[in-house]
């Protein structure tokens, strides 16, 4: 696989969810207020109630000042139409009064023909802005007009004026939604005109404000959607440069590791962000510089597995070729016991290196078990307890771990190989007489709360301060005086600590000190116990 294109703002999945996410439930906002119509509906159904009142009042009015007659009623047409004018209306409200005839007596449009003389301003022409504003408006109301459902359920139905006459004439009020003759929106009552029971006319109320108020409504609303959508573009632009841009720095950085182009991960900046992404950063900066100090730890271990296996075949070529070169019986046996020598090395070293891969094997693929670790402390001290030799060190148990069952998360082939190496190594070191201590034991630890402590002593020669820490490393060899040669591979201390600290434990090593003398040496584990035995 090849480098990974590198994305451009608007090409990156991330972006476009970041905006698509903030621009969602503004076009939703935006659809509800605008193309849904609720507010044009209830401004229709407030308007229908209201001209109605007003009708019934203005048409119970003209029966009392307008009509005459009895018994046959009729309407007085010059007082009706002096009445009508003397209302005082918005010009967006036209008054019309109808006689059964279904013939006009008034109309307010054609009465109110006296205008108001006043100064008028100068004209000023609009600005640039004030003209791109007014168009900017108007194709706004035109967009969101034309989305407007036109065959939807009306408030009020749409009626012509001549049927609206003809059934108020007939006793019945009626309301209707249409069009005016100058082709604008208009709500429209029309309410008989009674005297004594009597229909004498027909009066027409209307308005064409509705639809001039829905129109400044949006338009004072214009601004603040503009001002919504610029702000989420900019939430969205603000969310990718602190979010997909350092995502994709990561992809990137990844990808010059992968392919060789740097050896370890350097974020810069995005390393100290305080957040989940800088959260990250360092972990993946911690798993890059952990493999790549593993591959180093491999390459090093290859390196010295094949320095140590040198050592002894070099050994047994020379004795051969000088086996083979001599004559002297003395010498070959010399030779002999040399190859032998060499060979037991040899296969300490090979069986070693191959415990150390099964183990690390075992590591990666078991899952974490509760491990009954005191249980398998006391069955390893019994086998070395039974199957003691003349010579070897005697290994006492002193578990002081509770009731004796002290449990921890962990793999108990790995576990037990740690109890063996230890009490190999202390067994090792133990002089003529000497022995070797176990105990268990529960303590509290400041820096790492409760803990099962392992303490393993001899009563050796102890271990130079400067090695302390040095005989954890692999192939380190510190073999004790009188020692049979091939015994020691140098990995036994490097398994433990590998195993240890795959337990989330820590090991070390120090001299026990009596009477200002060392008395011999003292090796610690120190793990973890699982929860419910904490």
Not at 397 to 420: C, M, S, T, Y
């Amino acid at each position: 696989m090849g480098q990974r294109a590198s994305r451009g703002l608007l090409l990156s999945p991330i972006a476009r969810l970041i905006l698509a996410s903030n621009l969602a439930g503004l076009l939703i906002l935006i659809a509800g207020a605008l193309v849904l119509n609720e507010m044009r509906s209830n401004l229709v159904q407030a308007r229908k109630e209201s001209l109605k009142e007003t009708s019934e009042w203005i048409g119970s009015a003209l029966s009392q000042v307008a009509t005459r007659g009895d018994p046959e009623p009729v309407l007085n047409d010059p007082d009706a139409r002096a009445f009508i004018k003397s209302l005082s209306f918005t010009s967006n409200t036209r008054i019309r009064l109808y006689d059964p005839e279904e013939h006009k007596v008034a109309d307010s449009y054609l009465l109110n023909d006296e205008v108001e003389g006043q100064r008028l301003p100068p004209i000023k022409e609009p600005g640039p802005l004030a003209k791109a504003w007014l168009d900017i408006t108007r194709s706004f109301n035109s967009a969101v007009e034309s989305l407007s459902p036109r065959n939807g359920p009306r408030l009020a139905t749409a009626r012509s004026l001549e049927e609206e006459v003809q059934t108020a004439l007939r006793g019945d009020a009626v309301a209707s939604e249409r069009f005016g003759d100058r082709a604008e929106r208009v709500i429209s009552v029309t309410v008989p005109v009674r005297r004594v029971g009597a229909v004498v006319g027909a009066l027409t109320l209307e308005t064409n404000d509705v639809a001039k108020i829905i129109a400044a409504e949006r338009t004072a609303l214009l601004p603040f959607i503009i001002v919504a959508i610029l702000v989420a573009i900019s939430t969205s632009t603000l969310l990718t440069a602190v979010i997909a841009r350092p995502l994709r720095k990561l992809s990137i950085a990844s990808d010059h590791v992968r392919t060789g182009a740097a050896e370890r991960l350097n974020l810069g900046k995005v390393h100290n962000r305080k957040d989940e992404i800088g959260d990250l950063a360092r972990a993946m900066e911690a798993m890059t510089a952990a493999l790549y100090d593993r591959i180093q730890a491999n390459e090093r271990f290859a390196a010295d597995v094949a320095h140590e296996l040198k050592n002894p075949l070099t050994s047994i070529r020379s004795a051969v070729e000088t086996s083979q070169a001599v004559a002297d019986p003395a010498v070959r046996d010399r030779m002999r016991e040399v190859i032998a020598r060499d060979v037991i090395r040899l296969d300490r070293l090979i069986s070693d290196i191959s415990n150390l891969s099964r183990l690390e094997g075992e590591i990666v693929r078991e899952k974490l078990a509760r491990i009954d670790f005191g249980r398998l402390l006391d069955d390893i001290v019994s086998i070395y307890r039974d199957t003691k030799r003349d010579g070897d060190a005697p290994v006492t148990l002193d578990n002081n771990a509770g009731d004796g069952r002290a449990f921890v998360n962990g793999r108990e082939g790995p576990l037990g190989q740690v109890i063996r190496n230890l009490i190999e190594n202390a067994r090792s070191f133990s002089p003529p007489g000497g022995e070797v201590s176990v105990k268990l034991t529960r303590v509290n630890s400041l820096q790492d709360g409760p803990m099962l402590r392992l303490t393993v002593e001899d009563e050796g020669r102890g271990i130079p301060p400067d090695k302390l820490e040095k005989i954890f490393d692999r192939f380190y060899t510190d073999r004790p005086e009188g020692a049979k040669f091939g015994n020691n591979s140098g990995l036994g201390l490097s398994i433990v600590r590998q195993i240890v600290e795959t337990h989330r434990g820590r090991v070390w090593a120090e001299n026990r000190i009596v009477d200002g003398n060392v008395a011999g040496a003292r090796f610690t584990v120190d793990l973890p116990p699982a929860p419910s035995d904490g």
